[in-house]
């Protein structure tokens, strides 16, 4: 629990696991984002155990009063990183922008600008189709799979969310890896909070060595799912009776 008043702005976290060849620039369009949006913001950049030089790049940023960096000595999984960075959150929204050089200027804009007008404001990717057929078929599964369990019918369960920062830290959402947005999309919405789609375009970068293929991540969704099976079982249940 926080003790202090939020600020007005948004805090935005930005993973990195061996990401030189493209954090530099997701930084840059980060910092002319608020910039031309005129948005107070502060940028907490994770090294997540890199063994390139993403933690080198990171702190030559840091020179920047709004730009912090916190360096892992081993890889902690994307979700653990969301999840101490609104720890450390002291704007009143909180989102996560991905440091592999895929997010759409104007998209990112677009999110901002719709701030207020609902309580989560949720991105979906018009131009799935741009991307690597294997990635998109997987993600239209993981939707719909998502979809029929929960009757939420979002176009999308992750992405660049953008969230109140004190609606985030009401829930324990235990997912450390790449299914912690999921996780926390759902348990808000149950709450009833308020959420707006946005159309949005992503810039796939197919050269890009995604790991959210490995064993873990792999593992994470399957007891991802299993526990959202669980949630609503219970929830049937407690119904009947």
Not at 49 to 78: A, L, R, V
Not at 141 to 150: A, E
Not at 177 to 189: D, G, M, P, R, V
Request: aromatic fraction near 10%.
């Amino acid at each position: 629990m926080k003790l202090f008043e939020l600020e007005d702005g948004v805090t935005i976290v930005m993973p990195a696991l061996n990401e030189e060849l493209n954090i530099k620039q997701s930084i840059d369009m980060t910092l002319k984002v608020f910039k031309d949006l005129n948005v107070d913001f502060e940028l907490i950049l994770i090294n997540d155990g890199s063994k390139d030089n993403t933690g080198n790049i990171c702190d030559q940023y840091s020179t920047n009063e709004k730009i912090y960096t916190i360096h892992h000595p081993k890889p902690s999984g994307m979700g653990r990183c969301y999840k101490e960075a609104l720890k450390l959150s002291k704007k009143k929204y909180f989102m996560l922008i991905v440091s592999k050089n895929e997010c759409e200027e104007d998209s990112i804009k677009k999110i901002i600008d719709k701030r207020g007008e609902a309580d989560i404001i949720i991105p979906y990717t018009t131009n799935q189709n741009k991307r690597d057929f294997f990635r998109r078929n997987l993600s239209y599964l993981y939707t719909l799979v998502l979809q029929k369990i929960t009757g939420i019918k979002l176009k999308y369960f992750n992405g660049t969310v953008l969230h109140k920062t004190e609606l985030l830290n009401k829930i324990n959402f235990d997912a450390n890896y790449h299914t912690f947005q999921s996780e926390a999309l759902i348990k808000l919405i149950r709450k009833n909070y308020t959420f707006l789609e946005v159309p949005t375009l992503v810039n796939w970068n197919k050269s890009h060595k995604t790991n959210a293929f490995n064993i873990k991540n792999i593992i994470s969704v399957f007891n991802f799912l299993f526990s959202i099976c669980l949630l609503y079982t219970s929830d049937a249940a407690d119904e009947e009776d």
